[in-house]
């Protein structure tokens, strides 16, 4: 009796239930996935007598073919490829930017702006729609690429992680700079932002993630087919826009299409996500 209890102790503090908990979870975590992909090779019979297989009685890629062939699918995807990657692009950038003033520059109101920074991002986002719908069409760039484009380019989030990094970086790598007289946006874009490299990929990231998934901000900027975007355009797919019938195979096909730019992105730069104090200075 004692042995068993031994071997159970042995069991437990060797971490093999909590690999196994783990484990379990992960699989619970990526089943539905696994269901979507098995999914979009299946025929509509197919996929509606047997929703949760894995293994299709059919292997077939008319979904795809139909999504790519028959649709406004590749308009969706091109929409938000430009959306995306400007939006992107120009977050980083102006997230930096303001990250940066409000790390290292002494101005009247830094705090209290710093202050409403921290409580805009308490604020949900489907509060601000009215109102950015309101500003959008008064600034008359509604229904078009800088009305979809232009909200997106900083966000409150974005800065404070740009702030609290800058931050980490010891004022000295700055001061040789200041003695040749280098100007702060020289000092800024030559020196410090090549340091914050960890914080940048990570808005890069979050940014591409979260423009290319936005679905609110579209509905209230845009209206014009041409200008559909993935979200909206699956969105349309799910209430049943192509015809009657439950269409699951070319729903989750448009689903795992979706996802791959995005999953690609995230297992390319996990690393530098992860290596957050690369390019930090000691003193």
Excluded at 12 to 22: A, F, R
Excluded at 73 to 99: E, Q, Y
Excluded at 212 to 241: D, F, M, R
């Amino acid at each position: 009796m004692a042995n068993k209890e031994s071997a159970f102790k042995r069991f437990i503090h060797s971490g093999v239930l909590l690999y196994v908990l783990l484990a379990a979870l992960a699989f619970i975590y990526i089943m539905p996935f696994i269901i979507q992909i098995a999914t979009s090779f299946k025929t509509d019979a197919d996929a509606t007598a047997n929703p949760v297989s894995l293994i299709p009685e059919t292997w077939t890629t008319a979904a795809y073919e139909r999504l790519f062939m028959h649709s406004d699918f590749p308009v969706w995807f091109k929409n938000s490829l430009i959306v995306t990657i400007v939006g992107a692009l120009g977050r980083v950038f102006f997230d930096s930017l303001a990250g940066y003033a409000l790390s290292r520059l002494q101005f009247p109101g830094r705090n209290a702006i710093f202050a409403l920074l921290v409580a805009v991002m308490s604020v949900p986002g489907v509060v601000l729609l009215i109102p950015k719908f309101l500003i959008i069409n008064t600034l008359g760039i509604y229904d078009s690429y800088a009305g979809m484009i232009l909200p997106l380019l900083i966000d409150a989030s974005g800065v404070f992680i740009m702030k609290n990094f800058f931050e980490s970086i010891p004022r000295s790598v700055e001061e040789q700079a200041m003695i040749d007289r280098a100007g702060t946006f020289r000092i800024f874009w030559s020196i410090v932002l090549p340091m914050a490299r960890p914080a940048i990929v990570t808005i890069a990231i979050l940014s591409f993630q979260g423009s290319w998934n936005e679905l609110s901000h579209y509905i209230v900027s845009t209206q014009s087919p041409e200008l559909t975007t993935l979200t909206k355009g699956v969105a349309s797919l799910a209430s049943g826009a192509l015809s009657q019938g439950n269409q699951y195979p070319v729903k989750l096909a448009a689903a795992v299409v979706m996802t791959i730019p995005v999953a690609v992105l995230f297992f390319i730069f996990q690393k530098k996500i992860m290596n957050a104090s690369e390019g930090s200075v000691k003193e």
